[in-house]
């Protein structure tokens, strides 16, 4: 089996354009950064799991603070496994940006983890960071969305805020199929507003390895 291509599957000609984004701003969205018939694939797939009921009820904290809070966040996940070639195909992008990144802006990424995603009508995630600075793995976040004809009417919108005064908000980001959006977690506040309609994303984190000696640093 050859192995995909990732220029076959991210706009290329995007990437000066993010690396440029992270530095200056600490964040970036492309519209149809991914693969059309990419995204359909893993938006099909999404909709297989939760038929199927392969999705949880996600929750906020790490390891033992693990909990579920529906009154912070309301999407049903699933972590990607490699089980499908479409997971594979968009895994291999990542690997690849990853490297990208790395080479330009000397992050020291070292691997990436990410889930599916699923808001029903009426979720939302309140305003956080994705990790806490000094304490933290998770470096630069992605958001891949997965929703075909998306309007302002379904809401759903993810909302990202100023580093420096987090009641200013500095962008606002529709779900659109095939928007890529990634930024610095330890920086950047977002949240996702309540969405009217079924919202399907993939949310991931490049991280670092902070695992020290012995003690390893579990991901989740
Ligand atoms: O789906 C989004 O727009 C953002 C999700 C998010 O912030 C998260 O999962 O941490
Ligand atoms: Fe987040």
């Given at each position: 089996?050859?192995?995909?291509?990732?220029?076959?599957?991210?706009?290329?000609?995007?990437?000066?354009?993010?690396?440029?984004?992270?530095?200056?701003?600490?964040?970036?969205?492309?519209?149809?950064?991914?693969?059309?018939?990419?995204?359909?694939?893993?938006?099909?797939?999404?909709?297989?799991?939760?038929?199927?009921?392969?999705?949880?009820?996600?929750?906020?904290?790490?390891?033992?603070?693990?909990?579920?809070?529906?009154?912070?966040?309301?999407?049903?996940?699933?972590w990607l496994?490699?089980?499908?070639?479409?997971?594979?195909?968009y895994l291999?992008?990542m690997?690849?940006?990853?490297?990208?990144?790395?080479?330009?802006?000397?992050?020291?990424?070292?691997?990436f983890e990410a889930h599916f995603?699923?808001?029903?009508?009426?979720?939302?995630?309140?305003?956080?960071?994705?990790?806490?600075?000094?304490?933290?793995?998770?470096?630069?976040?992605t958001?891949?969305?997965?929703?075909?004809?998306?309007?302002?009417?379904?809401?759903?919108?993810?909302?990202?805020?100023?580093?420096?005064?987090?009641?200013?908000?500095?962008?606002?980001?529709?779900?659109?199929?095939?928007?890529?959006?990634?930024?610095?977690?330890?920086?950047?506040?977002?949240?996702?507003?309540?969405?009217?309609?079924?919202?399907?994303?993939i949310a991931g984190w490049?991280?670092?390895?902070?695992?020290?000696?012995?003690?390893?640093?579990?991901?989740?």
């Open positions: 089996m050859s192995r995909p291509d990732p220029a076959d599957y991210l706009d290329m000609a995007a990437l000066p354009r993010l690396l440029d984004a992270l530095v200056t701003q600490g964040w970036f969205v492309g519209e149809r950064f991914i693969d059309t018939a990419l995204c359909h694939s893993l938006q099909a797939e999404l909709q297989r799991l939760k038929t199927q009921s392969h999705l949880d009820e996600a929750g906020i904290g790490r390891g033992q603070a693990h909990r579920i809070q529906r009154d912070v966040r309301g999407d049903a996940i699933h496994d490699r089980e499908s070639r479409a997971q594979r195909q291999t992008v690997t690849f940006l990853q490297q990208t990144i790395n080479r330009a802006l000397y992050l020291g990424l070292f691997e995603a699923l808001y029903p009508p009426g979720a939302f995630y309140k305003k956080h960071l994705d990790s806490f600075r000094g304490r933290s793995n998770r470096i630069v976040s958001v891949l969305y997965l929703n075909p004809a998306w309007t302002t009417t379904h809401g759903g919108e993810m909302a990202l805020f100023d580093p420096d005064d987090p009641a200013s908000e500095i962008a606002r980001i529709r779900p659109e199929l095939g928007t890529f959006v990634c930024f610095l977690a330890e920086r950047i506040p977002h949240e996702v507003l309540p969405t009217q309609a079924p919202r399907a994303s490049f991280r670092r390895n902070t695992s020290l000696g012995s003690s390893i640093d579990p991901a989740r």
